[in-house]
């Protein structure tokens, strides 16, 4: 006799059932990304108004991002702990109400703070994001559906390129930027009506009776044909505060899966620093190349458009190919379009075509090691593995935006330090490919326990 959460992975998929929980939790990850990708439109205006320095500047970004660290850490830890559902929508209050706020920032020192306690709330929004999609699709479209999540990234950004653009010639053109993050609270309402908490996450919490209410109501919204199931026992939970739980999981995940914990944190960390360097500071770069502000946004904005395209690609190569040679190639390469751009920058044209080469290339690659690392841990530990290995990232990459404006780009320059970062993306993919199992087609909590079997 099959386990519910078998029965749940082996579903029929249903634009009605599990589909209306892609949208939702994409429309989740699309204001993500467009917050996200304000930094990159704030710093140089932020910066004007208060009078930073090109190093101070990279501030901007770098108090959002050690709050989304922070939040990585906590959000992924009390969703294994409270449940999917009301860890995304406490998430998402708390990102939209501390980016309006920032809108009414009367210095920098309170901007920065506001925006560090937007990151701690957006930080949350990812993995529960990814958590609850990957727990409600069934395991022969999970990779399509996974990395289609990223498609509401470039989304994402793009509209923020847009919005960020429109606005520039509008006085006080940064704080409206922030006040449209308004829009994610809104999406709450929905929320609470259009989302079931996940019956995998009630299956390994010992909530059966809640588990079978799910699972049963499943059955028959996609018209599956119903069958008797077990509920497996649940593991014993630990009883502790939110800080220990966190660091309890954060050493759990390094005894019992230390390599593909190894390979989630050095493939975040350098595919996202790469992203995120560019992300932040392309806008700045491109005005100090002679572009107009207009033309430095729209350019901007035109990089993440074209991620658009590159997740429409992963998310038709992802089941056909496999997660890990897309990884192989896709890596690699976004990370040298940046080192083309740095090194075309005498000709205009030609500099915009490899940055559109790089949004292109990096929306390939993302999706799919996202939807890979979600794959790689079992259930219990999902949301609080892939949270660390973010958090991982965003303590890295939080640092990134201020190194660069004040090391990297004035003493490296801007060739050297891609190739830099090329070089570091080569050798996280490497060690993938010896060390973690590929996961196409393989049922959830089974590839760690299969990979060790072998």
Known sequence: MRTGDQI????????????????????????????????????????????????????????????????????????????RKRAFGV???????????????PNVETFLALRFLAGIGLGGCIPVDYAIVSEFSPRRQRGRVLSAMDGWWPIGTTLAGLAATVLL???????????????????????????????????????????????????????????PYTIPEAPPR???????????????????YPK?????WSLFITVLLTYYAAL?????????????????????????????????????????????????????????SLVAFALLLGSPTAAVVAIAVFGFSSLV???????????????????????WASASSRAVTGFAPLLFGSVLWPVLGLPLTFTVLT???VAAVVFMMVAAPETRGRELDHVVAETAAA
Do not use: C, H
């Open 169 to 227: 010639p509008v006085s006080g053109n940064w704080r409206w930027m922030l006040a449209l993050m308004i829009l994610p609270a809104l999406l709450l309402f929905w929320v609470r009506r259009g989302i079931p908490e996940s019956p995998l996450y009630l299956v390994r919490t010992g909530q059966e009776d809640r588990a079978r209410a799910v699972i049963d109501d499943l059955v028959r919204r996609t018209g599956a044909v119903a069958e």
């Open 91 to 105: 998430t998402l209050v708390l990102f939209a109400g501390f980016s309006v706020l920032g809108a009414l920032s």
């Open 423 to 425: 070089v570091l993306v």
């Open 8 to 83: 749940v992975q082996d579903l029929p998929w249903r634009w009605r059932v599990q589909g209306r929980i892609f949208l939702i939790g994409g429309l989740g990850y699309l204001f993500d990304a467009w917050d996200v990708a304000l930094n990159g439109f704030l710093t140089p205006l932020v910066g004007a108004e208060f009078g930073l320095s090109p190093g101070q500047r990279g501030l901007v970004a770098t108090a959002n991002l050690i709050g989304m660290a922070v939040g990585a850490v906590a959000w992924g830890t009390v969703a294994d702990r409270i449940g």
């Open 238 to 256: 630990a009883l502790s505060g939110a800080a220990t739980a966190a660091f309890d999981q954060l050493r759990k995940v390094w005894q019992e």
């Open 280 to 336: 932040s500071w392309m806008p700045s770069i491109l005005r100090a190349q002679g572009f107009g502000d207009i033309a430095a946004f729209a350019s901007t904005a035109l990089m993440n458009a074209l991620g658009i395209a590159g997740v429409a690609v992963a998310v038709l190569l992802v089941e056909r190919v496999g997660r890990k040679r897309i990884i192989m190639v896709a890596g690699p390469f976004s990370a040298l």
């Open 365 to 387: 690659v993302i999706p799919v090691m996202y939807a890979y690392v979600s794959e790689l841990y079992p259930t219990e530990s999902r949301a609080s593995g892939f949270g």
């Open 260 to 264: 593909i914990t190894g390979v989630a």
